[in-house]
């Protein structure tokens, strides 16, 4: 067995300028390739724990180690996890009015690339050829960023970005929530192709529901109570939630923390 992409070991994170402490010893272990989803009932952490892989300065690490490639990757800035290769697709996208998708693309991408000048002939190949894979019309590149989308437009716009720069980890949070049948199966055909594409990716989903699961089948499935990592499994850990809840974890949890 390789080494594990990222390795969290009892990773512990409290809110930067109160004394609020969120996640509570998270261990977890991604090989390349793999797909995890981690689940958990509203405010067990889950938005926060990408938030921490991704730097976030909202968040202070308060305790515990988190390994990308086998490098520390607490220390780095969000833009140095970026160059890494970790992608953040966040739960709630920002508008960017006036800046074409296009044009945030390239600069992304030039951000990327540092000092050496982006192609810009190379970059119109990869958007086409992006766009084309996820079947998009190449029209949609000349859209303000996020202005006016729907919830489903938003998710094709983040999907596209991840298929253009290409990340070894995507960190998706919530990805499904707020979204219809149609934006839900945009993402996962999305993430789908991606994987088909570059079977190498590394994914981890964080979701709230099981109906993402249907469509882009985890490989192992985590759940998250007040901060820790309570169960791990396979995907049929994912449909028993969908069936019992989180009650049983959140019982024994209360109990422990008081
Ligand atoms: P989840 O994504 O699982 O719903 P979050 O990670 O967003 O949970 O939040 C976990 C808990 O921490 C929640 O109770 C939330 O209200 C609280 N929290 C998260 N970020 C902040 C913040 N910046 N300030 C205050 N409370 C926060
Ligand atoms: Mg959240």
Redesign the pocket.
Known sequence: MSAPILKIENLQAK?AD?D?Q?LRGVDLELNAGEIHAIM??????????AKVLAGHP??EVTGGTATFEGEDILEAEPDERSQAGIFLAFQYPVDIPGVSIANFLRTALQAHAGDEELDLFEFQDLLMEKMDLLDMDPSFAERPVNDGFSGGEKKRNEILQMACLQPKLALM??TDSGLDIDALQIVANGVNKLREDNPEMTVLL?T?YQRLLNYIEPDFVHV?VQGRIVESGGPELALRLEDEGYATWQSEVTEEVG
């Open positions: 809110v109160e609020l969120i958990g009932p509203n405010g067990s952490g889950k938005s926060t724990l909202g968040y949070d919530e964080i709230h998250i």
